[in-house]
């Protein structure tokens, strides 16, 4: 029987322990713990440590659901999160960091233990009703997927949206999922008043390496779809193509952008890739399998982009990157941009219809 070891060491398509329709394939140490699990005996005893779980859904009732950040090169200061963890499965995804605060890995726990916030639309309410409250615009998500697969079921972000468009408060959502669709009559509602934004996110059209990099997510041209539906019903759209891996589909950003383009988005943005914390294990392990023959000259790509070195906290430059690999990636945008985007941009949001008096009937909450 093969061990451990030469198991992972095989060749993607061989690898017989490769977890199919997951993201990461470990289950990172989270740093707040002491004790960590290791896999030491590949026949029988750590079964469950490398079975490939069904997601398990938990339940958190929290006391305030906008989270306010401070940092200063996000375009968004509030936020607001109905879902903690994501079960999309994309290896890069930065939210996976904070999995560990709840006590679970940042690796597959992240994908297969989903948190979610059913009272979040009460708690809305409650948020716009605080005595001189003035409106800001708000994200929906600014960390994990608000319409990932569970929100079918739910309807949390739906709810969110019913309050948004009560109170006539500006929103501005990101996904890479279809679902966004199944509200199209209240984004419609919000977009006559210039009081929402939608953010498609897609970084890359060939449907192998999403498949391999974002397990569950939809289609390149599912999005594109959403993209043409949403333009055509006079929602303002813009693209996120997130995050640019040099190496992976750095090439393909001239080709995403005109797709986007002839479907109707008004504007483009794009980070590059950056591995904090956990996220540089689970990467680096998946692309050791997955694309065995380029691991190491991918890797050394994201560090020349981020001074030598996987993890990057410094502003400014952990969301763009810094030096000639990362300066090549912004050169490339900057032409697509021009070449298809010329012209267009989204109308600004507008605060002036905030209505704090939808709230009177609050107190019988």
Request: glycine share 6%.
């Given at each position: ?14 690898n ?6 997951r993201?990461?394939q ?6 707040f713990?002491?004790?960590k ?5 590949i ?7 490398l079975?490939?779980?069904r997601?398990q859904?938990?339940?958190e ?6 989270s306010?950040?401070?940092s ?6 509030h936020s607001?999160n109905?879902?903690?963890?994501c ?9 996976r960091?904070?999995h560990?605060?709840w006590g679970?890995?940042?690796g597959?726990?992240?994908e297969r ?15 716009f009703?605080k005595?001189?409250?003035q409106?800001q615009?708000?994200?929906l998500?600014?960390n994990?997927?608000?319409?990932q697969p569970?929100?079918r079921?739910?309807g ?5 949206l ?11 959502i990101?996904?890479k ?6 509200d199209i ?7 006559k008043?210039?009081l929402?934004?939608v953010?498609v996110?897609?970084?890359?059209l060939?449907?192998?390496?999403r498949q391999q990099m974002e ?5 390149a ?10 333009s ?12 640019i ?6 090439d393909e950003?001239p080709?995403?952008?005109?797709a986007?383009?002839?479907?109707g988005?008004?504007?483009?943005i794009f980070?590059?890739?950056?591995l904090?914390?956990?996220?540089a ?5 998946w ?17 020349d982009?981020h001074g ?20 090549s990636?912004?050169?490339?945008f ?5 070449r298809?985007?010329?012209g267009?941009?989204l109308?600004p949001?507008d605060?002036?219809?905030f ?10 909450f």
């Amino acid at each position: 029987m093969l061990n451990y070891l030469a198991i992972l060491l095989m060749p993607f398509e061989e690898n017989k322990e490769y977890f199919k329709g997951r993201g990461a394939q470990i289950n990172t140490h989270n740093k707040f713990q002491k004790n960590k699990y290791i896999s030491e005996h590949i026949e029988g005893l750590d079964e469950e440590m490398l079975e490939n779980v069904r997601t398990q859904i938990f339940e958190e009732y929290p006391k305030k659901i906008v989270s306010i950040s401070n940092s200063p090169d996000l375009s968004f200061m509030h936020s607001i999160n109905p879902y903690q963890g994501c079960e999309h499965g994309c290896l890069y995804c930065y939210a996976r960091n904070s999995h560990e605060y709840w006590g679970f890995s940042a690796g597959l726990d992240f994908e297969r233990k989903i948190i979610v916030k059913r009272n979040a639309a009460m708690l809305l309410e409650k948020f716009f009703n605080k005595k001189g409250y003035q409106p800001q615009t708000i994200m929906l998500s600014g960390n994990t997927d608000c319409y990932q697969p569970i929100e079918r079921k739910l309807g949390i972000t739906r709810s969110l949206l019913e309050v948004f468009l009560k109170y006539k408060h500006p929103v501005s959502i990101i996904s890479k999922n279809n679902l966004v669709l199944r509200d199209i009559d209240l984004l419609q509602e919000l977009s006559k008043l210039n009081l929402v934004h939608v953010t498609v996110t897609i970084n890359s059209l060939n449907e192998t390496l999403r498949q391999q990099m974002e397990p569950r997510t939809v289609t390149a041209r599912s999005r594109l779809m959403v993209i043409n539906k949403l333009s055509s019903a006079n929602i303002p759209v813009r693209l996120m193509m997130a995050p640019i891996v040099p190496g992976l589909n750095s090439d393909e950003i001239p080709n995403l952008m005109k797709a986007a383009a002839d479907e109707g988005i008004l504007a483009a943005i794009f980070t590059v890739i950056r591995l904090n914390g956990s996220i540089a294990e689970v990467f680096t392990d998946w692309i050791h399998k997955a694309y065995p023959d380029r691991a190491e000259k991918v890797l050394n790509a994201i560090a020349d982009c981020h001074g030598g070195k996987l993890n990057d906290s410094n502003w400014g430059r952990r969301l763009r990157g810094d030096g000639k690999v990362a300066e090549s990636i912004h050169q490339l945008f900057r032409i697509s941009v021009n070449r298809f985007l010329s012209g267009r941009s989204l109308p600004p949001l507008d605060f002036r219809h905030f209505s704090p008096a939808a709230g009177k009937q609050m107190g019988l909450f």
